[in-house]
């Protein structure tokens, strides 16, 4: 066991952990990042999403260490694929082609995208990455997080002590470890007042989770593996909010909430799904590239037939949550198996056995995501909560515009976006206004130096389904690196930053002067509803996260 202490220990490095740790190391600041998986990047990687992002996101008010990130992406392709002259010459290429985003890509080129941002502080010593260490104990003193101890996948442990500790897991451990303040699942209505919150609270009210995966497919080859032990189970469960068994193409329109059935290939119009699943979350797409060379698509599974909500991961003993990730891992290996050999086809058949796990792109033997997607994380209690009465329409009215948060630190946008929960709850889609991060939703109401930066900041159940996407995450992160560096060059603690005005204006110079981060939307967009073109558009919406 080894003890080291740099300026900033960030825990877990997924997208805000990563976002965190180059904020802080660009302000000058030494940098400890630990991961679990052997992937940074979190849902952009291990937990293979492409990024769900706003209508603004090519705009001037984007991150620019997030427009960075992406400019590496398209350049990255541009480096080393076999791109056709047009797609190349893109200056908005879009690897797969993707409805979902401007720019579905790989998750292994995000890993090598965000390795090359780090490659600088990595070789100069001011930022060491610790993969494949998980959390393991939090020492307390007081109001102060003393250290976090992390183990490796041989056991080997070592405790890791800074000034300050940002919480970027995936699911908010170090608030559980350290016994450190917050809530898990749906606040009430009674607490909260927002208008789509249950009347009561229900700690095991969670989003579903869901494990993702790669495939391409080859027809006329034959890929079908073992039949999933409990794939009868999935294949005839209905849960009463669904319109039957999840292995199917008929499911749920999140906004509406009419039933539709979507194939993952149509060539034929079809009712209410202007497109198939394939294109849905595509992540190659062989036009793309030079006759010969990449001579399949891959598509990202990332569907709502592996939305996983039989059972909790929070709340629970840990055999209880291993057991709910054993299981969504069989859901989507039985929607596979499904797909591949009893899924109606357009052509009168059944099955698409040349359906092949692309293993390599996700960068596991079995084929899945390195990890479980999360939509839903432990929230830590802080002096500002973000409610649905701050940023949706319906609540606000129309017209109105997102709250303005003088203690801003960056933006974001997305629907408020909730999937099928653990409670038995269908989807929860409303439409929200693009919005600020305020301060006060980044500070735990008493540990003073630990600070979450991923999906575990001061929100709500409600409100979480608009701050949990990409570029939102990243931006949260961005926000406590810098939060963490100016409080240790100003020597006092982060949540003093906001209680004296004259230090939130320095910090908030900070964000726009050396990390060019923008605070305010412009009001056009602060204000901005979205108004369906027909009601065709409308049925056609889709939530995507």
């Known amino acids: ?18 976002a965190a740790a180059l904020a802080a190391l660009r302000l000058g600041r030494r940098v400890i990042m630990t991961e679990e998986t052997d992937w940074l990047g979190g849902q952009l990687t291990s937990q293979a999403v492409p990024p769900d992002e706003n209508a603004w996101m090519e705009g001037p008010q984007t991150s620019p260490s997030y427009a960075d990130f992406r400019r590496r992406v398209r350049d990255y392709y541009r480096r080393n694929y076999p791109l056709t002259t047009s797609a190349a010459s893109d200056p908005a290429l879009n690897p797969g082609l993707g409805v979902v985003s401007r720019l579905c890509h790989e998750p292994r080129v995000a890993v090598a995208v965000i390795d090359e941002m780090l490659a600088p502080w990595r070789a100069s010593g001011h930022l060491e990455v610790l993969l494949q260490h998980r959390p393991v104990h939090v020492e307390i003193a007081g109001d102060l997080v003393r250290s976090v101890t992390v183990r490796d996948i041989n056991g080997v442990e070592r405790t890791l002590a800074a000034p300050i500790i940002v919480d970027a897991t995936e699911l908010g451990d170090l608030l559980e470890l350290g016994h450190i303040e917050h809530v898990i699942g749906a606040e009430g ?7 789509h919150a249950p009347e009561v609270a229900n700690p095991l009210d969670q989003q579903a989770v869901s494990w993702c995966f790669a495939l391409e497919y080859r027809s ?26 999840q292995l199917s193409w008929t499911d749920v329109e999140p906004i509406g909430l ?21 294109r849905f979350r595509r992540i190659l797409a062989a036009e793309n590239f030079r ?7 891959v598509s990202l599974v990332n569907w709502p037939q592996i939305d996983y909500w039989e059972a909790p991961l929070l709340g629970v003993d840990e055999v209880s949550a291993q057991r709910a990730l054993h299981a969504s891992r069989e859901l989507s290996a039985s929607f596979l198996y499904w797909m591949q050999t009893e899924a109606p086809r357009e052509d009168g058949g059944h099955g698409y056995r ?29 002096e500002f909560r973000v409610v649905e009465q701050h940023v949706g329409v319906e609540a606000r009215g129309a017209g109105a515009g997102s709250e303005v948060f003088d203690d801003s630190v960056g933006l974001g946008h997305y629907r408020i976006d909730l999937h099928p929960s653990t409670a038995g709850r269908t989807y929860v889609d409303i439409e929200s206004y693009p919005f600020q ?14 600070l979450p930066a991923a999906k575990n900041i001061g929100s709500t159940h409600i409100t979480n389904g608009c701050y949990r996407l990409h570029p939102v995450e990243w931006s949260i992160g961005e926000a406590v690196g810098a939060l963490a560096a100016f409080a240790l060059e100003r020597g006092c603690p982060p949540r003093a930053v906001r209680a004296d005005r004259r230090l939130l204006l320095d910090y908030q110079h900070v964000l726009t002067a050396r990390l060019g981060i923008t605070l305010q939307w412009p009001e056009v967009v602060r204000t901005h509803h979205y108004v369906p073109q027909d009601a065709q558009e409308s049925k056609d919406s889709v939530s995507v996260g």
């Open 437 to 450: 991060i305020p301060l006060g939703a980044l500070l735990p109401v008493r540990v003073d130096n630990l």
């Open 354 to 382: 040349g359906l092949r796990l692309r293993g390599d792109i996700t960068g596991t033997d079995d084929g899945y995501a390195k990890a479980v997607y999360v939509r839903e994380s432990r929230r830590a209690l802080t």
């Open 220 to 245: 006329g080859e034959d890929h079908v593996g073992d039949k999933p032990k409990r794939y009868d189970h999935w294949r005839t469960h209905v849960d009463p909010f669904w319109p039957g068994p």
């Open 1 to 18: 066991m080894s003890q080291t202490t740099p300026d900033l220990l960030v825990i877990g490095g997924g997208t805000g952990g990563v």
């Open 258 to 278: 009419a039933v539709r059935t979507r194939p993952i290939f149509q060539s034929r119009p079809t009712p209410h799904a202007s497109f198939d699943l394939w």
């Open 291 to 297: 006759n010969g060379t990449i001579d399949s698509d």
């Open 189 to 195: 209505r009674d607490d909260t007042g927002e208008l």
